[in-house]
């Protein structure tokens, strides 16, 4: 049985991620008790377990590094990497929406937007969407604290992931238009799926089998 790596996020869908695998009958339960190991080897099942941000995940399967891996479907649509999106695998919620202070929403009305300026680190979902409604816009890339820039001037939207709402909601700021449905997806190398296609195939049939059974919380 030939090896497989398989590359896992960190963050809110590691431990999700980590519990998929387990039953797919590959234990990289270490991940959860030490942060800063990278690198999980479970010899009974002959596969290892990268530890990766999940910018970094499309990277990682794309090139071959990881056979598989667990990445949202925010990443896979911003990034377009060359690879086979198998599964929706239902954990990790979430939605990228267009967000602005709550004193400019009294007034706004984004079936008049003509010309805006947002920050966002989705850079190429945020330029198409706006592009698709006819909206000319200047997109400012950032990289983290989103919610920071309408509150220091550098720009009246944003453009970021949210789940509760509250964090938008702590920096007065509120949704105004949700531009997609977020979910964690199995990803697969294309190169792995053809000199591994047996084992990779089996396992996307067990996993699918898995969560329709008994979906997996976050």
């Known amino acids: 049985m030939s090896q497989l790596t398989v590359a896992i996020p960190r963050g809110r869908n590691l431990r999700p991620s980590v519990e998929l695998f387990k039953r797919l009958g590959m234990d990289f339960s270490g991940a959860l008790e030490d942060n800063r190991k990278l690198i999980f080897e479970d010899p ?88 698709d409604q006819g909206i000319h816009v200047e997109v400012i890339k950032l990289y983290g604290s989103i919610e920071i820039a309408p509150l220091v001037g550098l720009c009246e939207r944003i453009v970021d992931l949210v789940s509760t709402g509250n964090t938008l ?21 294309r190169g792995s799926l053809k000199t591994k296609t047996a084992r990779i195939n089996t396992l996307i049939k067990d996993a699918e089998k898995s969560i329709a059974k008994n979906p997996i919380k976050d």
């Open 44 to 131: 009974a099942s002959r596969s290892r377990a990268i530890i990766v941000r999940d910018t970094d995940i499309p990277v990682y399967v794309e090139n071959g590094a990881a056979d598989l891996g667990v990445s949202g479907k925010d990443q896979l649509e911003e990034q377009d990497k060359s690879i086979y999106e198998m599964l929706d695998l239902g954990f990790g919620a979430c939605r990228l929406v267009i967000a602005e202070p709550a004193s400019l929403k009294e007034h706004d009305d984004p079936r008049r937007w003509t010309h805006l300026r947002v920050a966002t680190k989705f850079t190429n979902l945020a330029t198409q969407w706006f592009r």
């Open 169 to 189: 909601k702590a920096n007065g700021l509120v949704e105004v238009e949700t531009i997609m449905n977020v979910t964690a997806r199995l990803v697969v190398c």
